[in-house]
């Protein structure tokens, strides 16, 4: 296709624009399409673009990438098209059932195993230290914070969070918590530190691994937090609580069942668990779980969210623990990306200097930009869930009790 007949295409599509304003501009010519906020510019570079944006938001973010467009401000993009997708959503969703059985037979061929899911993780995750410690404050949590008040640092609101889940799971002394997805020691070391709790925990990335256990040492922990390089589904034991903070996005979606199982295996009869996680809306799962879209080829390898449906369905189907406690943190999760995205912004020269060229830059602008919009628009949201065993009792005292079922920023 040349890019005369695509650059027609795209704009016969931007003609349906019915919630936001999206303004184009090539050469001399401004085209604006829709009214009312969100109110967003894109300027064509190349006319290649026209071409890429065909072709989802992988091509979106490609073109973008490549530096065949741009614009002021790229979350205000993401949200109105996220505002002006619902027609396209019902497309696809008319064609999943046709796409199901192409879908399990990539599948059938296609194993999560251990070896596969470490080298995902090492695609994202073994990027270098030096990035994420740019990017994120210094607690190194690359998960949402709970901003309690919109004037929280980014920092205080990392330890928010960690407090939040320590007290919904009343950690203490006497607790042995195992932790699903180490990252870089943050929970760890703030569990141990303000609990007095043993914790274990583990991950499958080398520069994960290496940077907690010198996080724990340096914290004088050792005897009280170990870290293993080990894939979740080799663990072997019992605990009395449980943690994973958005790790399981990571499992795929063929594993989420496994996922659930292992934690209840490996949680003693009157046990808990907290899981922090990013969930997409039911209505979306079937078709999500099967595209080849931006996050998932270019950032994530092979990722996946799960929905609540899902979640409740794989816990009721595959496990003996049942939900005792549920709050949405979606708006946090809008605030922390714009937090990160800023510190990224702010650290260009470092960055550049570390070896991430320009094209690396505008990728992951994109990625925090895109995902900002996810969550500000509804299209992804977040959850905290408490899972417990069977001879669980709640705590009468317990400080989760008096949370409220979801604070707003």
């Known amino acids: 296709m040349n890019d005369r007949l695509a650059r027609k295409l795209v704009l016969s599509l931007l003609r349906r624009i019915d919630v936001g304003r999206l303004t184009i501009v090539e050469g001399g010519e401004r085209l604006s399409f829709g009214r009312g906020a969100p109110e967003a510019t894109v300027r064509i570079q190349d006319p290649c673009a026209w071409r890429a944006l065909l072709r989802g938001s992988r091509g979106m973010a490609e073109a973008y990438r490549d530096g065949l467009w741009d614009s002021p401000d790229l979350t205000a993009v993401i949200r109105v098209a996220a505002r002006n997708v619902t ?83 009343a950690l203490g002394p006497d607790d042995h918590v195992l932790e699903i997805g180490t990252g870089w020691g943050g929970f760890a070391v703030h569990a141990a530190a303000t609990r007095g709790c043993r914790v274990t925990t583990t991950t499958i990335s080398r520069e994960q691994h290496d940077h907690a256990v010198a996080r724990v040492r340096e914290a004088g922990l050792t005897d009280r937090v170990t870290v293993l390089l080990d894939d979740y589904r080799d663990l072997e034991g019992q605990y009395d609580k449980l943690v994973s903070i958005e790790m399981i996005e990571a499992v795929g979606w063929k594993d989420f069942d496994t996922f659930f199982r292992v934690c209840s295996d490996r949680l003693a009869p009157d046990g808990s668990m907290l899981l922090q996680a990013i969930v997409m809306d039911d209505r979306a799962y079937a078709v999500e779980r099967a595209s080849k879209s931006f996050i998932r080829t270019l950032i994530f390898p092979n990722g996946c969210l799960p929905s609540r449906e899902v979640i409740a369905r794989c816990v009721a189907r595959d496990t003996d623990l049942h939900a005792v406690h549920l709050e949405d943190l979606t708006p946090h999760y809008a605030e922390t990306l714009k937090r990160w995205r800023a510190n990224f912004d702010g650290a260009e020269s470092q960055l550049e200097a570390l070896g991430y060229d320009e094209r690396f830059r505008r990728l992951w602008r994109m990625y925090l930009a895109y995902c900002e919009a996810g969550f500000a628009e509804r299209r992804i949201g977040l959850i905290q869930t408490v899972l417990a065993k069977p001879h669980w009792r709640p705590e009468v005292t317990e400080p989760a009790a008096a949370l409220p079922a979801v604070v707003a920023v």
């Open 87 to 169: 027609g396209i959503d019902d497309v696809r969703r008319r064609l999943s059932p046709l796409r199901e059985p192409f879908q399990r037979g990539r599948a059938a061929f296609r194993r999560n195993t251990p070896r596969r899911s470490r080298k995902d993780i090492e695609a994202h995750y073994d990027l270098g230290n030096e990035l994420f410690g740019l990017m994120l404050d210094d607690t190194m949590m690359y998960s949402s914070a709970v901003f309690e008040h919109p004037q929280m640092s980014l920092r205080d609101a990392s330890v928010a969070k960690l407090d939040r889940i320590c007290d919904k799971l």
